[in-house]
């Protein structure tokens, strides 16, 4: 069998962890960008929470499977510990976060792009578009250390007019 872009050994040391200097976004939790498949609008990434590491409450425009690689995570929803798998649906939202640190594969699928809305909490509503993690891949900490906030931010739209109201979410969640 050939190896095509449907079949794809990716290698886990192919990318660097970064850190995203956007505050409150996923404070203490670092990001590897592996595979972004702009034609069937799909990610690969691995996520590293330091122990209170925490990302921000975020809406799914995306599902996601997180396969948890070791330590322990959790959310509303449930508690995850070394080999548990999230099977997060678009809908869902909710506010991850470790106490004992924790390393996860995740693959998010988006039927137009559109991954995460998420909330913050001076009231922004910040969208991750798959175009976000284009513009990641393959940077090192260096060039993200390098960036100014407007290339830090292709992909990543602000406030947009189709976010669900914040309140509606946490009274749903
Ligand atoms: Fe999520």
């Not at 990001?31 to 209170?52: E, Q, S």
């Not at 991750?128 to 992909?155: C, F, T």
Request: overall charge negative; glycine content about 8%; aromatic content about 6%.
């Amino acid at each position: 069998m050939n190896l095509t872009d449907e079949l794809t050994i990716i290698r886990q040391n192919s990318a660097e962890y970064i850190t995203l200097p956007i505050p409150g976004l996923s404070e203490g939790i670092e990001t590897k960008v592996l595979k972004v498949d702009r034609k069937k609008n799909r990610v690969v990434i691995m996520a590293r929470f330091a122990p209170g590491g925490h990302a921000a409450f975020h809406y799914h425009h995306c599902t996601a499977v997180a396969y948890t690689v070791c330590g322990e995570w959790e959310y509303d929803e449930g508690h995850f510990q070394e080999g548990d798998i999230a099977y997060e649906s678009i809908g869902n939202a909710h506010t991850p976060s470790s106490k004992t640190g924790t390393e996860m594969v995740l693959v998010l699928d988006s039927k137009d792009g559109r991954l995460l809305d998420n909330y913050m909490e001076d009231g922004t509503v910040l969208r991750v578009n798959i175009e976000a993690y284009e513009n990641l891949l393959g940077k090192h900490q260096a060039d993200i250390d390098a960036m100014s906030r407007e290339a830090l931010m292709v992909g990543i739209e602000i406030n947009p007019a189709d976010a669900l109201p914040r309140e509606a979410l946490m009274a749903a969640a």
